[in-house]
């Protein structure tokens, strides 16, 4: 099992920055890939970006403007998130994939608003 649980998300203006952070617990000796999504009002869950230990990816709204990095020393992943604009608003989750399955933090409100 691993556990998730997600930090930094608030209230931001256009164009602000948000650090969110993921802190990894349990089996983190089995994760592959992490990754964070989010997920607006009314819509599908998205996925923001994925990293493991051979690449980044990142949806094409949020590149350049965004940054996923991972710790394993320290167990956690961040995201940076820069020039927010509305559109971004959303709750903000953080993800961990192994043999096992995929595995979900509680998530955490992004609002990017004047």
């Known amino acids: 099992q691993v556990q998730l649980v997600e930090s930094g998300g608030g209230l931001v203006q256009p164009g602000g920055s948000l650090r969110l952070s993921c802190a990894a617990s349990?089996?983190?000796?089995?994760?592959?890939?992490m990754g964070w999504y989010r997920q607006a009002p009314g819509k599908e869950r998205e996925l923001v970006a994925t990293i493991s230990d051979f690449d980044t990816n990142y949806a094409d709204s949020v590149k350049g403007r965004f940054t996923i990095s991972r710790d394993k020393v320290t167990n956690r992943m961040v995201l940076q998130m820069n020039s927010l604009q509305p559109d971004d608003t959303a709750v903000y989750y953080c993800?961990?994939?192994?043999?096992?399955?995929?595995?979900w933090g509680q998530g955490t409100q992004v609002t990017v608003s004047s």
């Open positions: 993800n961990a994939v192994n043999v096992r399955g995929a595995y």
């Open positions: 349990g089996s983190i000796f089995s994760i592959n890939a």
